[in-house]
């Protein structure tokens, strides 16, 4: 488990996470117990990316990262600013989403042009991560970072970048654990990632691992590493998530076709 050693900066977002560097010297974003969204938000977290890479995802690699007292104390910016005033976040175990490198060598943006964009390698990726989204009922819109792999290669300004999905948090309509599904739900805003979406088909590589290695035994193998406290000591809570989990997996088909017939038209080459 890692420990946080040293705060680094305030992220964006509603969850008011935070970058920290961790006594294994990787860096996490760190999302507290107590941010403004709900303590849920983590479990979705780890839980959502667990099931993600499963799928053979770019998901952000997740961790449970400990934060001590004595650095929340020592360190002003750890803080939770409220609608009527600031909180200091809470110690414990908090959700820790794994930065890729370190952030003073590696660039991550969130937006990138579109000849860049059309130019990443795993921009197929997307289309897997609808899937993922539909099956788990992302309320959120799909979340993606992008930035160029660490690379000893002298042109390594010049490669494409790379996709990486973040943020899971909103997945089961985050903390209220139901599946309010509607057809522009889990879409990423720039529908120019779903170019080569000529059908249902071009979906099939994760509808069928969603049905071939989503079983009982794998949604309860990623729940185990869930901290008790982040879905508030209530195991059958948490065991109702995962049966409807296991229910919806043959119903990911026909979301996507909902979406398809939506008035946003977000798969052009449908045909």
Known sequence: MPL????????????????????DEAYYVVKFQNNPQGIRILANELLGTRLAARLGLPAA?????????????????????????RARCKPGLQFGSRYPGSPAETVVYDFLPDEQLRASPNLADFCGMLVFDKWTCNTNGRQAVFFRARDDAPYHAQLPYRAQMIDQGFCFNAGEWNFPDAPLRGLYARHGVYESVRGIESFEPWLARIETKITEAALEEAASEIPPEWYNFDPDALEQLL???????KRVRELIVSAWKSSAQPFPNWR
Request: charged share 35%; with cysteine.
């Open 4 to 23: 946080a050693v040293e705060q680094i900066r305030r992220m964006r977002g509603g969850a008011q996470a935070q970058l920290m560097r961790c006594a």
């Open 61 to 85: 690699g997740a961790a449970v990262v400990e934060v001590r007292e004595e650095l929340i104390e020592h360190t002003d910016d750890l803080e939770i600013q409220l609608g009527r005033g």
């Open 243 to 249: 049966e409807n989990l296991l229910r919806r997996r």
